[in-house]
């Protein structure tokens, strides 16, 4: 008897061990989240990115195959912008995925564009036979240049942030619902031990009882049997301490349960939660945009009223000087702001070029980052000045905005809520 009642105590967890591994399983759980929910934020940049370069070499392939033609075919120009515009606006990326295509294709010469975003008009058809031919040699071998962009508003990136959320959470629930069986299973097996050992006690009790009945009944000088006593008694001390370190761990286990309970409501709070922020997402989007005009209109300055009488002046020598450009009121204003008189000097030597002669005008490249509808092209003058103009209603072109690169967003900004141009 004496020897079984060790081992049985031998057997028992250690409090402070079991406690320990306790509040390491509770960091884990943590540790978890957190990696769980970078690796979804990981996953979904480097998808997006990866998609973007797949893309980008799609259509960089695509557009390449597009611009070789053959002047037996027909005109080059039309046959150049008849393909690669069936090749970007009738791919599936672009009508449904929300995918961003900006192609760009120059001649040979590497100044004469022949698609710039979007079609351009073709210019008048010549009399003269070899004209075409000439056309050809001087535009064929075309270069292009693709831009391929996915935006986070777009249906593939939406896609892909879905698909992702759609593993993360399942897999969270999995996690958790295991992690809750296990910590049952632990709450079961200490319930166990300390049903085990509680018998065991009264057992040594009843025994305990039955010595000093027969003690009772003999000589106190009998050592052995007082010897026996002492050990039953110590070993019963034994077992009451490791009665309150099975208690403790009930105790231990019951909260960790709960802990799990809560675990789980907390992954279908988070479940509920990644559900309204993606239908949220495109309202604060919409937000954000108009919160942002609205802030862009609430900042801009009024116009001083003593510029007035500069801005008529202005006003009618642009008109009486430049009868084959429409200069907007906007233009006139962004003149006046130059500041630098050889700054304004510059910006009429270049609107000069471009209603005396426009073809020799320093045209750099139709503007980008404007909404598809938009063709608005850009004349450089005085190296970082910008003369931003698009093809006119009544004359040959009108000008929109003069500015420097220091306003060259605001401009855009403009450019970019014109109705068309």
Known sequence: MEDSLPAQGRSLPRSVAEVGALTLD??????VIYIAIFAFVLLYVVSVAGARLVLDSYFRAAVAEAV???PADGPVLAQIQQRVGDLVQGSIWTRFAGVRVNVFVLGADGRTP?????????PPPSADPGAAAAAAQRLLPASADVLVSVPADSLLSAAIFVGYGAILVPGLFVYYRSLGRREQERLTQAMSARDTSAQRARAIQAELDEVRRRLGALEPSESAHVQEI????AEREGLRRKLNELAEREVELRASAARAGELEQEHLTLEELLE??????GHKEDEIRSLQDRLKRASKPAPRSGHTRSVEQLTRRMRTLYKNLEIDPRAIGDMLELGDETMRLKAEEGLKRLADDPETAAVRRKVGGLPAQLSIF??????????YY????????????I??????KTDLEYLSRLPTA
Do not use: C, H, W
């Not at 002492?230 to 008694?233: D, G, M, S, T, Y």
């Open 378 to 387: 850009e004349l450089g003058f005085a190296g970082k000045g910008r003369i």
């Open 403 to 408: 500015g420097a690169k220091n306003t060259q």
């Open 230 to 233: 002492q050990e039953l008694e």
């Open 68 to 70: 070789r033609v053959s």
């Open 26 to 31: 509770r960091l884990a759980s943590f540790r």
């Open 114 to 122: 022949l698609y710039l975003g979007g079609r351009t008009l073709p």
């Open 390 to 401: 698009t093809r006119g209603q009544q004359q040959r072109y009108r000008v929109l905005a």
């Open 276 to 281: 309204e922020a993606m239908e949220d997402v």
